[in-house]
Structure formats: structure tokens, C-alpha cells
């Protein structure tokens, strides 16, 4: 096979970047010329310490073809020619007038994934479900909607604000394989967001419309992590946006029962469907004895599914390894062992059903 720019692109496209995807696909290759064995080309568009990093595969992938006498790839220091500074993105504002529904561009489906009530572990189900459906092969996305308490840039263990080439646009981060973002990344850790319901719609909108959410690629399935509730994130998403439907995460008890019903009411009347209820917290086995306990209530989930004709889609344990995966940025679902073995089983419930 000879030396062509295509041979060339073929090859450094099979080399997977630090922060996901490749060059080719992210468009990072420029001025490429091969000319009698010399190849030479322009690597830009992209953190230049991802690319930095990325460089000895590069070489070692282009060197690697047949006929390659030379090879020289330029990295720029700063930004790209041109474009100056990167702008910091601004999140807020009121939203702006729709029609109706739209799709998330680069996206195929949307999950919102819902509680009726705080602290039932809403997120830390979200998190596990995307990252186990990406270690599944899916391309996911993950959006922390939960404007008031995000808690994705902990669970996920990123803190880096995003980029933007022009001030609108707005480059998502990754993380354990999965796109993602967060108001918690434009926020200093303990700034609180004190806004009113037009803000936190504008908000919304903007998450979903303005960021490249296929930066790294086009997203089999983009998971919402929705605040607690039945407010006006929840409404807004469920009206702007073409969403394939909602998980439901509950806890046993009653107390968190009659507000998941509470919010699979709300669903139901803004026309959205109920994918399916998740207990979680369902069991506890003590890591001494291993005796098993149900603190919250057994089964209470699995029955209030059944009396709906809803799919019950599983149950989680209450157990420390969560939490600690969860507080030190590496989701218990980035693992292989028993503890994560449930959130595996969750995930690929979903992509059984179609929804990734």
C-alpha cells in the first residue's frame, strides 16, 4: 500500500486521545502534507496537554506505515492560530422561545433519570448507570441538571471549567469514558446558585442546545440527572426537549414512595414515559458478618411497579463502597467486582430495552 494522506489518516484515526475520540474525528489534523516518504502535519483545537500527551502514539502509529522516511508534528503552544484567547462560556439567563420539543443535536436517546425526593441516591445511580453503559461499548453522555446541588464534577472527579471557542459553544469534559456536563464546573466548590425558575429553565436549555455534546463523537445515550421533585427543570426538560422517557429512583420506604408516585404522576401528565422504577438503598449486608438488614423497607419499589404495569428494573444495595467510590471520583461502576455488579446488571437492562 503506498504513502497517501489517506494511509496517514487511516492510522493516526485508530489512536484513541486522552480525553476521547481521535484526531481525525476531532478535526485536530491541519496542513497535512506527505511528500516522498516526509509526512508532516499540524496537531491543534485541543488542550495542548492532551495533545502533548497524545503525541508518541501518534508517532509511533504514523511511523509504524510502510514507505515513512520522516515524520513532524507541530503542536502550537497557545491557542489556535487565530481565534485568541478562549472565552469562558456563560450559564444563565432566561430561556429562549421554542416551539416545542427538540432533539439534543448528537444525541439518539435521552434519559432522564428522577426522584420525587432528595437524598434517595438519584445521582449516584445516574452516575453508575452512565458509566457502566460506557464500559458496556455505549457512547454516553452524562448532564448534571441538578442546578442548585450538583454533585457530577465530585462523583465523576473532574473540577476543570470547559472551554469555549467562542463564547457560546461549549466543549463538554470527559471522564471515565463518559462526555459530561455540570453547572458545578463553571462554580467554585462551595458557590451556591440562588436563582429563580426562568434562570434555572435557561440553564437547562443552554446544557442541552449549547454544548458539543458529540465532541468526542456521536452519544448513543445521553443520561439527565434531574433534581428532586416536580419543578421547573423537570417541566422545562420534559416540554423543550425529545425525551425518550424517565427512571424513577426510590428508596423502599413510604416516605420516599408517596413522592415517587408524586413524580411519576408528573410524567404521566407531561406525556413523558416511565421507563421503568429502581429501588435503591433495598438491602444492607454488614461486611462482618455478613448478615443482611433492610434499614429502608424490602420490596416497596418492586410492588408500586407492579401496581402501575411499569417495568422494575432492579435493585441496589446500601453499601460503603458506593459512597467511597462516589467521594473519591471513580464510580463503583468503573470496577469489575461484586459491589458493582448490580449497576452492570442495570445497564445493560437499558441497552436490552432499546434506549442506548
Request: proline content about 8%; some cysteine.
Amino acid at each position: 500500500m503506498s504513502l497517501t494522506k489517506e494511509t496517514v489518516l487511516d492510522a493516526v484515526s485508530r489512536v484513541a486521545l486522552p480525553g476521547g475520540g481521535n484526531a481525525v474525528g476531532r478535526k485536530l489534523i491541519h496542513a497535512l502534507a506527505v511528500d516522498s516518504g516526509i509526512v508532516r502535519f499540524v496537531l491543534e483545537g485541543a488542550d495542548q496537554s492532551e495533545l502533548e500527551q497524545a503525541r508518541p502514539a501518534l508517532e509511533q502509529a504514523v511511523n509504524a506505515l510502510a514507505g515513512v522516511k520522516s515524520l513532524s508534528i507541530v503542536i502550537p503552544s497557545g491557542p489556535p492560530k487565530g481565534m485568541g484567547a478562549p472565552k469562558a462560556p456563560q450559564i444563565g439567563g432566561h430561556p429562549k422561545k421554542q416551539s416545542g420539543p427538540l432533539p439534543v443535536p448528537g444525541v439518539k436517546h435521552v434519559i432522564a433519570v428522577a426522584s420525587g425526593k432528595g437524598g434517595v441516591g438519584k445521582s449516584t445511580v445516574a452516575t453508575n448507570l452512565a458509566v457502566a453503559m460506557a464500559r458496556a461499548g455505549k457512547s454516553v453522555g452524562l448532564l448534571d441538571a441538578d442546578i442548585h446541588g450538583p454533585s457530577i464534577p465530585k462523583m465523576m472527579g473532574v473540577s476543570k471549567r470547559p472551554a469555549s471557542p467562542d463564547g457560546q459553544t461549549i466543549i463538554p469534559l470527559r471522564a471515565h469514558g463518559v462526555t459530561l456536563m455540570s453547572i458545578g464546573f463553571m462554580l467554585k466548590e462551595d458557590e451556591a446558585v440562588i436563582w429563580r425558575g426562568p434562570m434555572l429553565m435557561g440553564a437547562l436549555q443552554q446544557m442541552l442546545g449549547q454544548v458539543k455534546w458529540d465532541e468526542y463523537g456521536p452519544l448513543d445515550v445521553l443520561v439527565i440527572d434531574l433534581p428532586p421533585g416536580t419543578g421547573d427543570v423537570q417541566l422545562s426538560l420534559c416540554q423543550k426537549t425529545e425525551l425518550d422517557g424517565a427512571l424513577i429512583v426510590s428508596t423502599p420506604q413510604d416516605v420516599a414512595l408517596i413522592d415517587a408516585r408524586k413524580a411519576i404522576d408528573m410524567f404521566a401528565r407531561l406525556k413523558a414515559p416511565v421507563l421503568g422504577l429502581i429501588e435503591n438503598m433495598s438491602t444492607y449486608i454488614c461486611p462482618q458478618c455478613g448478615h443482611e438488614a433492610h434499614l429502608f423497607g424490602n420490596g416497596g419499589v418492586e410492588a408500586e411497579a407492579t401496581r402501575l404495569g411499569a417495568p422494575f428494573l432492579g435493585s441496589l444495595p446500601l453499601n460503603l463502597e458506593v459512597r467511597l467510590a462516589g467521594d473519591g471520583g471513580t464510580p463503583i461502576a468503573a470496577q469489575d467486582t461484586p459491589v458493582a455488579a448490580p449497576y452492570h446488571a442495570l445497564a445493560a437492562g437499558v441497552i436490552a430495552a432499546h434506549l442506548a
